[in-house]
């Protein structure tokens, strides 16, 4: 709303232009694809009756309060990240998700995955080499480029499909069901409401706000230099929403362009009321879209009850409440047996009560329904782990990362377990690829110093513990086993005072006093 109204209020002074831009950058920052709206700026002040001189300085400094936030943003992701990445990468994945063969326009699934997915892990296995987020984002989009080539008549299809309930009363959900939820708070409930079937219903207020914005433009058509500039932008960002998937929550910046519209459309009314000829134009112009913004031929649904019960079940879980969470994620699998992940958390709670042979059972039926959950995988290797079959829990972790590469758990996990074999060799393979992927976890630092350590890498086991003591200096065992590093390095006097440490806070760690004794 910040960025309309400054765009409203700007006129011809180039320093409000510049602030035009900055504010624009902000939406873009939390809204991607608000970026579309930069173009359709620029086509309004080409278009504009001022001179040339004027349209070049005004679209210039407009383009330079844009550019001076996100190429701020896009430097400090490249610091960070070495690779240019000028807002997020997810803007690939998310355009293949709403462009697919399996699209159905609305839903956040990855086919194959579900709406449970890691899009880096898949890239990465799918070109097997390691890539940079932007070459992740590139990889997605060009699938979703590929399937426009490919099914152009499907692709025109959904585009229809998405662009209808764009304009559409409905609020479509992305993982909640938002109505299911109105239902609990007296407040909501008069705010925001649907009664009707699937296909003719009264969704408010969505339903009036979009046909009172449709009127309102085209009862101001007159008046072009008021209404081009915020319908070019309401255009521009509609555009880019369906161009992805349509969800309520990445729509919410088309609704708040078209309000103006709507209240242009109630005060055109009012300010006519005495002239019947006038009211009844405003009917022409608001009723028909009333009526299609209450129609959906697509009859989409929220109601899910599986996935209801499966977000319940994971907020009693959050707050340790098993038997209720048990209840819901029971309730969902009556609903819906092959939603993904209901068995995998019941299993979770069997492993917390200790029920290991029903864990493991949820585990299995887990992995049968969503065969590409790595996490089944993982909690199957923590069975096998707690039952003493170590060789079952490195297979069950090692199907793991192959269902996930970029798994740092797993990865960490899988380091671990062959630390406890004493196949160290293995173990620094694993450790160090969750190690790229997550630099402050103390656990890994501490394993892969340790697997440093035992293969006789004493400089980057001293490296590495260095790390581990930074992130955590209370932890006594980290302390020594830097110290047999620096002993076996030859470095006596820092062995001598990180062992000092490691029996100042542990008194009773024996090994550290007698190597201390030895220093």
Not at 187 to 204: C, D, E, K, T, V
Not at 271 to 277: A, N
Not at 305 to 321: C, F, M, R, T, V
Not at 358 to 373: H, K, R, T, V, W
Request: with cysteine; glycine share 6%.
């Amino acid at each position: 709303l910040a960025a309309l109204h400054s765009m409203l209020t700007a006129g011809l002074k180039w320093g409000r232009w510049f602030c035009v831009g900055l504010v624009l950058a902000l939406l873009i920052l939390v809204r991607p694809n608000a970026l579309l709206c930069v173009p359709a700026i620029l086509v309004y002040l080409c278009v504009t009756k001022i001179s040339l001189r004027s349209k070049v300085i005004l679209s210039l400094v407009f383009l330079c309060g844009v550019f001076i936030l996100l190429l701020s943003i896009g430097v400090r992701n490249y610091m960070v990240g070495k690779d240019f990445v000028l807002v997020n990468y997810s803007g690939g994945v998310n355009f293949y998700i709403g462009n697919n063969p399996e699209s159905d326009g609305i839903s956040a699934v990855l086919p194959g995955y579900g709406n449970d997915w890691d899009e880096y892990s898949i890239a990465e296995m799918r070109t097997s080499r390691a890539l940079k987020p932007s070459e992740v984002s590139r990889y997605w989009a060009t699938q979703g480029f590929d399937f426009m080539r490919s099914h152009t008549g499907q692709f025109i299809r959904l585009f229809i499909k998405k662009s209808f309930l764009l304009w559409n009363g409905k609020e479509i959900s992305n993982n909640q069901n938002i109505y299911r939820f109105v239902q609990q708070s007296l407040l909501l409930r008069s705010l925001l409401f649907f009664y009707g079937s699937s296909r003719w219903y009264f969704a408010f207020p969505s339903s009036l706000i979009l046909s009172l914005a449709i009127s309102g433009i085209i009862l101001n058509g007159k008046r072009k230099t008021a209404v081009l500039l915020p319908l070019l932008c309401v255009l521009a960002f509609g555009f880019s929403v369906a161009l992805f998937f349509v969800a309520s929550r990445y729509r919410m910046v088309f609704i708040a362009f078209l309000i103006p519209f709507s209240a242009a459309s109630v005060f055109w009314l009012i300010s006519h009321l005495r002239r019947k000829r006038e009211v009844f134009l405003w009917i022409l112009s608001f009723i028909p879209f009333l009526i299609m913004t209450n129609i959906d031929p697509y009859s989409v649904s929220m109601e899910n009850n599986a996935l209801e019960s499966y977000n319940l079940g994971n907020a009693y879980l959050q707050q340790g409440k098993l038997d209720k969470a048990k209840e819901f994620y029971r309730k969902g699998i009556k609903a819906n047996d092959h939603f993904p992940r209901l068995h995998l958390n019941l299993g979770t709670i069997y492993f917390k009560e200790n029920n290991i042979e029903q864990a493991e059972e949820e585990y299995l039926i887990e992995i049968s329904i969503n065969p590409q959950d790595a996490r089944a995988y993982h909690n199957l290797s923590l069975v096998c782990e707690r039952r003493g079959k170590i060789e079952d829990a490195i297979m069950y972790e090692r199907k793991a990362v192959e269902k996930m590469v970029r798994y740092t758990v797993a990865l960490g996990n899988l380091g671990r377990l062959y630390v406890k074999v004493e196949h160290y060799d293995s173990a620094l393979v694993f450790l160090q690829k969750a190690y790229r992927l997550e630099k402050k976890d103390g656990k890994i630092i501490s394993l892969l110093g340790l697997s440093n350590l035992k293969l006789g890498y004493y400089e980057e086991a001293i490296s590495i513990y260095e790390k581990a003591v930074q992130l955590n200096d209370e932890e006594p065992f980290v302390h020594y086993n830097l110290a047999i590093a620096f002993i076996v390095a030859g470095n006596l006097s820092e062995a001598r005072m990180h062992l000092l440490r490691a029996v100042t806070i542990k008194h009773d760690f024996a090994e550290a006093h007698y190597n201390l004794g030895l220093v």
